[in-house]
């Protein structure tokens, strides 16, 4: 099975810009989550999608958002960009179908720059 | 909150064993997780255990929980340079919400 995949690799946005990151999970997962790495705060749990409903969400600003489609593929957004979301952006499936407690599989992140 | 912490840093010998600790705060903690990050890469997912067991054993990796101190290892047998890597400790509150709880990381370095 193919992994998840995270499009795009890396991004160079300017401040007060909006942004969309994109990951597919691996077939036959629907609960998709994401999380920010920084330097400083490490991983963060923004949000987790199963069949196209938001579950949980993390302790981030409503500019955060995201959504989940029909093929379980999930997309993020941040509007009006600052230079503290500058982060690796890692989008992780699960099959929660199976059990709640499926681990998670991640992906390798789209890298955000903001300028 | 929920807390986990690590050692920031572990260096080791080429071929000895290497081990990870890690504790956490949340006494409803459901499952607990190793996951392994290269650079520029994304997370592995190494192994995990529920918190009902007490160690578990998966080729070079053996983890062990206890769960009275809310302490948990993972022991990388036979260390290799291909082991060089982050290791972050998670774990999974009883609510389910929330997320992952992840530590900062313990960062492996392998001496020749």
């Known amino acids: 099975k193919a992994g998840v995949t995270q499009t795009p690799r890396y991004l160079i946005k300017t401040r007060g810009q909006q942004v969309t990151l994109s990951c597919s999970p691996i077939?036959?997962?629907?609960?998709v989550s994401w999380y920010q790495q920084t330097p400083g705060q490490g991983l963060q749990f923004l949000f987790e999608?199963?069949?196209?409903?938001?579950?949980n969400k993390g302790n981030f600003p409503g500019r955060f958002s995201g959504r989940q489609f029909s093929n379980s593929r999930s997309e993020m957004n941040v509007s009006t960009l600052e230079l503290g979301d500058s982060a690796l952006y890692l989008c992780?499936?699960?099959?929660?179908?199976?059990?709640?407690?499926?681990?998670?599989?991640f992906g390798n992140g789209t890298r955000l720059t903001v300028t | 909150g929920e807390d986990v912490e690590q050692s920031l840093f572990l260096s080791v010998r080429e071929g000895d064993s290497s081990v990870i600790n890690c504790t956490y705060t949340?006494?409803?903690?459901?499952?607990l997780y190793w996951y392994k990050q290269e650079p520029g890469a994304g997370l592995q997912l190494l192994t995990y255990?529920?918190?009902?067991?007490d160690m578990k054993q998966d080729q070079r990796l053996t983890v062990l929980l206890n769960k009275k101190d809310k302490h948990l290892s993972l022991r990388i047998a036979d260390t290799q340079t291909g082991d060089s890597a982050i290791y972050f400790c998670?774990?999974?509150?009883?609510?389910?919400?929330?997320?992952?709880?992840f530590g900062k990381g313990t960062h492996l370095i392998i001496q020749p």
């Open positions: 077939s036959g997962h629907r609960s």
């Open positions: 998670a774990e999974r509150g009883g609510g389910g919400a929330d997320g992952l709880t």
């Open positions: 999608y199963f069949s196209e409903t938001q579950r």
């Open positions: 992780a499936s699960s099959d929660r179908s199976r059990s709640y407690n499926s681990p998670l599989h």
């Open positions: 949340d006494s409803s903690s459901t499952y």
């Open positions: 255990i529920f918190s009902n067991m």
